[in-house]
């Protein structure tokens, strides 16, 4: 079955940019979303097809993916951003999920 | 306001079963794909099925095929997920969310949760 590697953590300082990438087999060739889930709340998503935004996103949270790797860009990342960060994508009509990776903003 | 309200978790026996609701509110229910999807505590988010429009249509994560069950009522704006001979990993918080279809589907809306504990 399909899956995708997150690094546990990142850490970043305030103003600065994260990164924080999703590593699965021919990654570019499928789509992308991205789900920040902060304590005692639900996740919400932040990036669907590798780059979009919904809408109430601030625009500091990008998206891409190419090759192997999707990548969820934060710029100029504020301390209301730390949180877990999961991947999401499809294969063979099954969701499939990013162990997730813990965003510190130290 | 888009709402998705989850219910029915609890505490449960191993070998057990439980009945979970979401109740939505706030678009036309009947338009919409729906997954239920959990977490188990200090674990990641695990997908576990998704239901069509009219409900014909259902998938399910391989671990849980044959012992959950999607269902929808479009009347009662109303997804369903019963989930039969439950065990000590399927303790976790589930969650209903509204999915969406891009070139992939992805979960544009989630419940709040509601928290199912398997143990003796």
């Known amino acids: 079955s399909y899956e995708m590697t997150q690094p546990p953590s990142v850490s970043v300082s305030p103003g600065q940019t994260a990164n924080i990438t999703c590593f699965g087999d021919k990654m570019g060739d499928k789509s992308a979303s991205w789900y920040q889930r902060k304590p005692g709340q639900s996740p919400v998503l932040v990036i669907y097809d590798d780059a979009k935004r919904p809408s109430g996103i601030p625009e500091r949270f990008s998206g891409s993916n190419s090759g192997n790797t999707a990548t969820l860009t934060i710029s100029g990342t504020q301390a209301m951003d730390e949180a877990d960060y999961y991947c999401q994508t499809w294969d063979n009509s099954v969701a499939i999920f990013g162990g997730g990776t813990r965003l510190t903003v130290l | 306001q888009v709402q998705l309200v989850e219910s029915g978790g609890g505490l449960v026996k191993p070998g057990g079963s439980l009945r979970l609701s979401c109740g939505a509110s706030?678009?036309?229910?009947?338009?919409?794909?729906l997954s239920w999807i959990r977490q188990a505590p200090g674990k990641g988010l695990e997908w576990i099925s998704y239901i069509s429009r009219s409900g014909s249509t259902t998938y399910y994560a391989d671990s849980m095929r044959g012992r959950f069950t999607i269902s929808r009522d479009n009347a009662k704006n109303s997804l369903f997920l019963q989930m039969n001979s439950l065990r000590a990993e399927d303790t976790a918080v589930y969650y209903c969310?509204?999915?969406?279809?891009?070139?992939?589907?992805?979960?544009?809306?989630w419940g709040r949760g509601t928290l199912v504990t398997v143990s003796s």
């Open positions: 969310a509204r999915t969406l279809r891009g070139p992939y589907w992805y979960f544009d809306t």
């Open positions: 706030g678009f036309t229910f009947s338009d919409y794909f």
